[in-house]
T-cell receptor, first 112, second 114 residues
Framework: AQSVAQPEDQVNVAEGNPLTVKCTYS??????LFWYVQYPNRGLQFLLK??????LVKGSYGFEAEFNKSQTSFHLKKPSALVSDSALYFC??????????FGQGTELSVKP | EAGVTQSPTHLIKTRGQQATLRCSPI?????VYWYQQALGLGLQFLLW???????NRGNFPPRFSGRQFPNYSSELNVNALELEDSALYLC?????????????FGPGTRLLVL
């Protein structure tokens, strides 16, 4: 069965430092992978996606993600974190029949 | 361009009642998806509608149902509400079918069942 895992419930980073939010996937065939961000009491905002092509995907707000097929990972990265990046981040995989399969989410906290 | 909209933003019901949640997709989008975000359970797929037809449903009981209207807006109905139905219900839309398409989400409806 297809699955997505985010091994860290919480990531703490100092403002200005690089950040990484980890995601691994288990998918048969070619994976379609997504990152979304959720601010408190809000819906999900799309950040970026990997469908095919370049393993380094650039997205909104300076975020990027690296697709690694051998490690079945799709980690989200940003070179310099902002306090305003503090939010809940979800990795997702496109499953059968329209559904997105989400990881459990990682709470990112960026301290000044 | 307006995004996905949902109404109401909050809904309070008592156990056994029915709840109706509404979603309007991005203009031009024909597919609508519903997800439940319950505390401790994460984001779970509920339903997918495309061109007025239910295309897929997740592992939820039949009291969760919905429909899609000719203008592609959608309604989620939850009958015989239970306490554990309390959650944030998110709607998303895509231009066509889901393959390779980004699902854009609305702000959600927070349902509280007392």
């Amino acid at each position: 069965a297809q699955s997505v895992a985010q091994p860290e419930d919480q990531v703490n980073v100092a403002e200005g430092n690089p950040l990484t939010v980890k995601c691994t996937y288990s998918v048969s065939g070619n994976p379609y992978l997504f990152w979304y961000v959720q601010y408190p009491n809000r819906g999900l905002q799309f950040l970026l996606k990997y469908i095919t092509g370049d393993n380094l995907v650039k997205g909104s707000y300076g975020f990027e993600a690296e697709f690694n097929k051998s490690q079945t990972s799709f980690h989200l990265k940003k070179p310099s974190a902002l306090v305003s990046d503090s939010a809940l981040y979800f990795c997702a995989s496109q499953g059968q029949g329209g559904k997105l399969i989400f990881g459990q989410g990682t709470e990112l906290s960026v301290k000044p | 361009e307006a995004g996905v909209t949902q109404s109401p933003t909050h809904l309070i019901k008592t156990r056994g009642q029915q709840a109706t949640l509404r979603c309007s997709p991005i203009s031009g989008h024909t597919s609508v998806y519903w997800y439940q975000q319950a505390l401790g359970l994460g984001l779970q797929f509920l339903l997918w509608y495309d061109e007025g037809e239910e295309r897929n449903r997740g592992n939820f009981p039949p009291r969760f149902s919905g429909r899609q209207f000719p203008n592609y807006s959608s309604e989620l109905n939850v009958n015989a509400l239970e306490l554990e139905d309390s959650a944030l219900y998110l709607c998303a839309s895509t231009l066509g079918g889901p393959r390779e398409e980004t699902q854009y989400f609305g702000p959600g409806t927070r349902l509280l069942v007392l």
